[in-house]
């Protein structure tokens, strides 16, 4: 509980010494006057310094992703491009709002246009909350989308069969496919291959290894390898075929040997009798059901690949599957696009989740529009007194007031788009370059719409109640206030 506390403490003197040192140097002069000018919009200094923070985060994160692979410098950039965008808030908030406001027509929405434009600083500090919010679901929405492409690619390229069969999600209570399904399905008329992948583990060169268990030759039939150094047949009990990206970095080459240690305490050397180039759904080592038998604790596969004979109807083929699997506890027989979009089934999971967290910190920045506006209702008390003495209805007032609202949210939204757009596209070749599979990077439109069409819509929500107070105002006290 200390720590929590301590951070907490922290976090609140932090964020209160920016405005303290703000007040200090307050001129007194300036600190008299009714009103003050905000000019941080053609700031200069401000300008030059947040171009060079933008400048420096692009430099870190195409080293990061592209010249030097690094996750590390990539994260630098990342948080340097932040810094940035607030860095440059005001300046920006200056044009964004005459761009946004641009198409808006008649004298309310003007009055909102120079509204929001009178101060840029706190246009910016307004908008920031919502920005960084907007930003972190664009950025997961993103990385989603780039992650189920991923899933989809692989799938594409590696899995050469007709039909996935594998366990439900959340059926079976994990125990795995029977061994006997492979067998029965390959001997359906309907069925060319049916080869069926089981997992183990062993310690090669002092780390733990997950292992395929699989017949290797059936396997080059349903799964694409790439191009195989060696021959995949013939492993028997002690061959072993292992990735290119595994090879390279133990110095493997077909015809060399390695020590397996497994968990059941014993070692046994392996020779390596293949080397093949794709690895994403095959695994990176694939040993016989043979060599692994003495050491599993359970035996089961995880899926089973089907290839149909030429001539046969998917829907015939898959109708046969169907029939046999049904007497081995019903697991799932998928298509190809069926498989790949159960597997990226995780991502929407984690994305959902990742939603309903972040919409709290979406609350949080709405609420601060809200009191921003309440307070700049307060301040433009005789304002609004004489704009209502000069004819403004009370349903205009609203609407200038609302629109205010809506031209902070937009800037808010379209540029915690850009950001999040931008550090998803840096967390996907981070990633890219981090691991030995390829990462495609993916946009989805539809979705970073919907996020812009609610942020947009969110400002509205946020200015109802400032709005409602500054149209109940009395004209005659509103006009009297000092």
């Known amino acids: ?67 030097d692979p690094s996750l590390w410098l990539a994260s630098a950039g990342a948080v340097l491009a932040l810094a940035a965008f607030v860095a440059l808030g005001p300046v920006a908030a200056s044009n964004a709002v005459r761009i946004l406001g641009g198409p808006l027509r008649g004298v309310n929405r003007g009055l909102a246009r120079r509204n929001a434009l009178r101060s840029p600083r706190r246009t910016a500090a307004t908008a920031t909350a919502l920005m960084i919010g907007v930003a972190v679901v664009s ?18 390229r590696s899995f050469a069969g007709d039909v996935a069969v594998s366990t439900p999600a959340f059926g079976a209570g994990g125990s795995g496919l029977s061994p006997r399904l492979a067998p029965a399905l390959a001997a359906l008329p309907e069925v060319e291959t049916a080869v069926g992948l089981g997992q183990g583990v062993a310690e090669i060169d002092g780390e733990g290894r997950a292992l395929t268990v699989t017949d290797p030759t059936a396997l080059a039939r349903s799964f694409d390898l790439g191009e195989v150094q060696g021959s995949l047949d013939g492993l028997g009990t002690d061959g072993i075929a292992v990735a290119d990206t595994e090879a390279d970095k133990s110095g493997l080459t077909p015809g060399s040997t390695t020590e397996l240690a497994f968990t059941d305490g014993s070692r046994h050397t392996f020779t390596v009798k293949a080397v093949y180039e794709q690895s994403e759904l095959a695994g990176d080592y694939v040993v016989t059901r043979e060599a692994w038998a003495p050491h599993r604790a359970q035996d089961s596969h995880t899926l089973v690949a089907v290839s149909f004979e030429d001539g046969v109807t998917p829907e015939a083929g898959t109708a046969a599957v169907k029939d046999v699997a049904a007497t081995y506890g019903n697991p799932e027989v998928q298509t190809r696009e069926e498989y790949a979009e159960s597997s990226a089934g995780g991502i929407d999971m984690m994305l959902t989740l990742v939603y309903a967290l972040l919409a709290f910190a979406v609350l949080i920045a709405l609420l601060g529009i809200a009191n921003t506006l309440t307070l700049a209702v307060h301040e433009r008390t005789r304002e609004l007194g004489l704009l209502r003495a000069v004819g403004q209805t009370r349903a205009q007032l609203r609407s200038m007031v609302r629109w205010e609202s809506v031209l902070v949210a937009a800037f808010g939204t379209v ?59 009395d004209v005659l006290r509103a006009i009297a206030t000092e």
């Open 1 to 67: 509980m200390a720590l929590p506390f301590a951070v907490g403490l922290v976090v609140c003197v932090g964020s209160a010494l920016l405005p303290a040192l703000r007040a200090g140097r307050t001129a007194p002069l300036a600190a008299l006057r009714e009103t003050a000018v905000d000019e941080s919009g053609a700031s200069r200094v401000r300008a030059l310094a947040g171009t060079g923070l933008l400048l420096a985060a692009v430099a870190a994160v195409l080293t990061g992703v592209l010249a």
């Open 415 to 473: 540029g915690g788009l850009a950001l999040g757009g931008f550090l998803g596209w840096v967390l996907v070749r981070a990633s890219d370059g981090a691991s030995d599979s390829a990462f495609a990077f993916a946009v989805p439109p539809l979705h970073l719409a919907i996020v812009a069409l609610v942020g947009v819509a969110a400002g509205a929500v946020a200015a109802w109640r400032p709005a409602s107070r500054a149209a109940r105002l």
């Open 139 to 156: 950025l997961f929405t993103v990385f989603g989308a780039s992650l189920k492409a991923t899933m989809d690619q692989t799938v594409s």
